[in-house]
């Protein structure tokens, strides 16, 4: 009876093993991590300035697609935009597009000043966009100026945009520069100077409304009423160095643009057009932090001159205050013998005293404007 169990036991062995593998859980491999895909605001394809796209394809191309269709014409390149990517986003595009892995770390962060460097024959282009904030009236905590950054990564055959925060989007840009095929076609330094003519222009309207602001802060100062506090123009003014740091610093990388060799002729005259619009952008701010330094120190002078008006204020009543107290203290002392001391009329006398003195300094003080 053993012997027969035991062979049913070896028989069965092979079904148990399979019914426990059936049984097991199934251990899964982890999900390969994928590309952000609302990091990519679009992608296309130029050539002969116009933008292209495969019969029966989507207007936006994914971009490894559009790589490979770029570098099938020598005229085509590949205009990728690109909204605050991450780490493996911005990975699988340096492998793609052949970018150095600085230029791909960098990207994925906000705040670098504007500037100008090349790593083989990409061109890293930095720019600082900026924004007006509507506000009914200016306090100590108005933000008057938003900014952002903007990266272009210029290369031979394509052009990556890549924007930080919620001002400086390109989707308009994009559109005004498909429109004009002429400029288009010289290539992805026309993305360049797509982007730079609108951050530029973008400054000129900003630089418009803070001058609005300061002529309405400067009516507040001088007027009768109630001018504005010291808080007041100090936010401005932190609000006016943030501006700064996104113009001012703009100027080299602009010419060193134009000194670049790999610059398209053609595409020269609309940069450096664009280079005297930041000149004017960039001496109109600067002016500004003289303007808010005038209207600072006319408050501050303010303030003192009205600290040395209550202080002679002060003054002149303590003066007033002090006649009939050194009188009372003399007839207060205790002696027999003070003039008027046993007279019916001394206490009457002693008050109209007073009173003229009194009277006679509060006229002195106030016809010489103490009072």
């Known amino acids: ?54 019969p029966g394809q989507p207007r936006q191309v994914p971009f490894p697609e559009a790589a490979r269709l770029a570098r099938r014409r020598r005229d085509a390149f590949v205009w990728l935009g690109l909204h605050e990517p991450d780490r493996a986003t911005m990975a699988r595009i340096a492998e793609v597009f052949g970018l150095h892995e600085l230029f791909a770390e960098r990207a994925t962060s906000g705040g670098h000043r504007p500037g100008m460097e090349t790593a083989g024959e990409v061109t890293r282009l930095v720019l600082r966009a900026a924004r007006y904030v509507e506000h009914d009236r200016l306090t100590d905590t108005s933000e008057v100026v938003e900014t952002g950054d903007i990266t272009l990564l210029i290369g031979r055959w394509f052009a990556i945009t890549v924007r930080h925060g919620p001002v400086g989007p390109l989707g308009a840009v994009r559109e005004e520069l498909e429109k004009r095929p002429d400029v288009l076609r010289h290539g992805p330094w026309a993305v360049a100077y797509a982007v730079g003519s609108r951050l530029v222009d973008s400054y000129l309207d900003v630089a418009g409304h803070v001058e609005r602001d300061l002529e309405t802060l400067e009516e507040e100062i001088f ?120 007279s019916p009329f001394g206490f009457p006398g002693a008050m109209g005293t007073m009173a003229v003195l009194c009277g006679g300094l509060y006229w002195r003080l106030k016809k010489t404007g103490w009072l």
Not at 282 to 289: H, I, N, P, Y
Request: aromatic share 6%.
């Open 1 to 54: 009876m053993l012997g027969r169990r035991d062979d049913e036991f070896s028989l069965l062995r092979p079904f148990r093993q399979v019914l426990s593998t059936l049984r097991r859980p199934r251990q899964t491999a982890p999900a390969p991590h994928r590309d952000d895909p609302d990091a990519v605001v679009d992608c296309a394809v130029y050539a002969a300035g116009l933008r292209r796209a495969e």
């Open 223 to 342: 007027s009768t009423g109630r001018s504005a506090g010291i808080a007041h123009i100090y936010q401005l003014k932190r609000e006016m160095v943030e501006f700064k740091r996104a113009v001012l610093p703009l100027a080299d990388p602009f010419a060193q643009v134009l000194a670049a060799r790999d610059l398209p002729a053609g595409l020269r005259p609309y940069l450096g057009d664009v280079r005297g619009r930041l000149s004017r952008a960039v001496e109109r701010v600067a002016g500004f932090d003289d303007l808010l330094n005038s209207i600072l120190q006319a408050r501050l002078a303010q303030i003192s001159i009205a600290q040395n008006d209550d202080m002679r204020k002060i003054a002149a009543w303590a003066a007033i205050a002090a006649v009939p107290t050194v009188i009372a203290g003399i007839y207060g002392m205790n002696f027999t013998v003070i003039p008027g001391l046993d």
